[in-house]
């Protein structure tokens, strides 16, 4: 009797592990599958092969934004019918950024969203930027601001350093 | 006689219960998070560098889906083990990764729990906080009992056909 015992603790081990590791690929499989259906139905499915470079990166990101060239922005903050937000944090706002420019990372857009929106209904052109061809911050603030019903947001990409290259007015501190 | 009954309390299978409904929530919402925004989990993936370009997007697609069967298997009772071995290999691949990152000093989201790039960047804490649930998950594996489960209502339905 000892014997049997003994001879089917291994078997029922090997048999639990088995059944596990069943389970686990037919779980992994029905997600596979299911998330292919979805993924092929959905019109905001993934391509299964994508190209994740920098440049994709930062082109995807501008999805469903409107962008703004360097020279635009200038021109319109000259005549006085841009805001700039700066996504940035406040510490690196601080050190520097754009003349007039108001600090509003993603995160805390909530604070100044009625005044944004007030200000974008007067007719101002709201231009976010942030630093580096991929910085996510400014497309998602541009992002956050469209959903909450601001007009006329657009993006100026790697604003701020195309900004202080070109030698435009820059400030130090807060706002 | 305290270590006894500590050890007892330690391997119940209600223990075991309690760890696979908060695992399995934990993973379904993780999951429909991610499935809301695929591309916002791509670049989640992307920015760990770590993986090969060409398996950022599959693995966009599929890991939410996974993560949602897993959660539903862990809730259920059904498939449990297959569920509980899932789960604890994605949270040792989870912790592994974000531990990896941080030695780089990547400043990088989770993607864990959101998909935005600029969630609150990583910490040490990720990495802990994936390891205590790597823990619940070897729990389910070793003590579960099927307690709460479906398998048995399932099965005798389809016995009944």
Known sequence: MTAVRKNRKPRTGTLRLSRTIWQGI??????ALLAAGFNSIRSTGLPWTGAWSPASLA???????????????????QTGRALFVD????????????????????????????????????????????????????????????????????????????????????????? | MMRARIITWFASPFLSLLFR?????????????????????????????????????????????????????????????GGAMVVSGMLAIFAVAIGISLIRGLNIACGCFSTSATAEP????YVVRDLLLLGMGIHILLFDQGYASLTPLIQTKLLRK
């Open chain 1, 87 to 175: 996504a940035r944090d406040p510490a690196s706002f601080y050190e520097g950024h754009i003349k007039g420019a108001l600090n509003c990372p993603p995160g805390g857009a909530a604070r100044y969203l009625e005044e944004i929106r007030i200000l974008a209904l007067s007719g101002l052109v709201i231009i976010a930027y942030c630093d580096g061809v991929d910085c996510p911050l400014s497309p998602e603030l541009a992002r956050s601001l469209q959903q909450a019903g601001v007009p006329s947001v657009r993006v100026l990409m790697d604003g701020w350093g195309r900004w202080r290259k070109a030698g435009y007015p820059t400030e130090k501190g807060n706002r």
């Open chain 2, 21 to 81: 409904w908060f695992l399995g929530v934990i993973f379904v919402y993780a999951g429909l998070v991610k499935i809301v925004d695929p591309l916002g989990f791509a670049l989640a993936l992307y920015n760990y560098h770590i993986l090969p370009a060409w398996m950022i997007n599959p693995l966009a697609i599929c890991v939410p889906w996974v993560e949602v069967m897993v959660g539903v298997s862990l809730l259920a009772g059904v498939m449990l083990l």
């Open chain 1, 26 to 31: 037919f779980l992994v499989c029905l997600g």
């Open chain 2, 122 to 125: 990583i910490t040490w804490l």
């Open chain 1, 59 to 77: 082109a995807s990101q501008r999805q469903g934004l409107e962008e703004i060239p360097l020279q635009e922005a200038w021109s319109l903050s």
